[in-house]
């Protein structure tokens, strides 16, 4: 019979929290183990500068710091791999977890640092038009709309900051807003105002996309179901989402979340509803959802799990 690998603490993401608690996890002789998941690094590695992470005077670049991060991780012992958990087992301890559908591990503890996804809008055209076009990543695909024109979804924070970022390689780019105004920080606002080329269209929708080999352009719709109410159609190459984010629980039904998807932690630990499983990052976290703060609490939940696992005898 094939023996099924037991980890005292599993650590699942490697974006801040991920790799904080394995850091702590590493020092506190817990030997983690940490999957990377599907997006290795996390979200930070599709950002441009950090500039409001403490002790970067100069800011860092996104993929620097989760670089740095996981040499840190991997400095004092965490075993890093490369997988996604995709299903778990709570039913009896120890808990049960398929990696990549096929192998299972089992874990004493288990920390949750899975973040979260980029949202869509859920038009058959973002689907039509995926990869042609269609991006949630202006730092990823950015580059590939120079000189061209672009639109970004969205009047938050993400939306200012891609906008910005493809100021500087679009000719022309467009911000959709649904309402009157920006949601976003008065520092990142006033950058879009101070751009040049960035049109922001307020109470505005997108209906649809067109184009003959990929987008060509966007059907809009201003002031929806007022009587100012007006479809017009821009054109643009590139139509990038930034419309916020989805946290990662697929493969953990058994985990109590909020109605918007986040895991609920007990408040003044990272403790989840299971006993020994904790939750730190972006996916716990509908409020900050800070590097700053993913960071913080991954620390708490490395100390969490190892509090649980004296406790225990484990
Ligand atoms: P937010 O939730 O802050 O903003 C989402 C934006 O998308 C809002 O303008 C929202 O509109 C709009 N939106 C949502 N759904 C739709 C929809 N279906 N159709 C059209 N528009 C939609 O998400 P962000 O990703 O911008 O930011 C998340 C967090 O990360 C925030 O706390 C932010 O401060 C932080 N952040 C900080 C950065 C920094 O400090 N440098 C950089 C990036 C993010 P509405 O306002 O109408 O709800």
Known sequence: METI??????????????????????????????????????????????????????????????EQLRRQAQRFGTDIRNGIVTQSDFSHTPYRLTIDGEKTVEADALIIATGASAKYLGLPDETKYAG???????????????????????????????????????????????????????????????????????????????????????????????????????????????????????????IATDEAGYIVTDGRTTATNIAGVFAAGDVADPLYRQAVTAAASGCRAAIDAEKYLLEKGL
């Open 5 to 66: 690998e037991r980890i005292r603490c599993l650590i699942v993401g490697s974006g801040p929290a991920g790799f904080t608690a394995a850091i702590y996890a590493a020092r506190a002789n817990l030997s983690p183990v940490l999957y990377e998941g599907i997006q290795p690094g996390g979200q930070l590695t599709t950002t441009t500068d950090i500039e409001n992470f403490p002790g970067y005077p100069e800011g860092v670049s996104g993929t620097e710091m989760m």
């Open 132 to 254: 042609q076009g269609v991006s949630a990543c202006a730092t990823c695909d950015g580059f590939f709309y120079r000189k061209k024109r672009v639109a970004v979804v969205g009047g938050g924070d993400t939306a200012c900051e891609e906008a910005v970022y493809l100021s500087h390689l679009a000719s022309k780019v467009y911000m959709i807003v649904r309402k009157d105004y920006l949601r976003a920080s008065k520092i990142m606002q006033e950058r879009v105002m101070q751009s040049q080329n960035i049109e922001v269209l307020f109470e505005t929708q997108t209906v649809g996309l067109f184009g003959e080999n990929g987008v060509e352009g966007a059907h809009l719709v201003k002031h929806k179901g007022t009587d100012r109410e007006e479809y017009i159609d821009i054109a643009i190459d590139g139509f990038f989402l930034a419309i916020g984010h989805t946290p990662n629980t697929k493969a953990f039904p058994d």
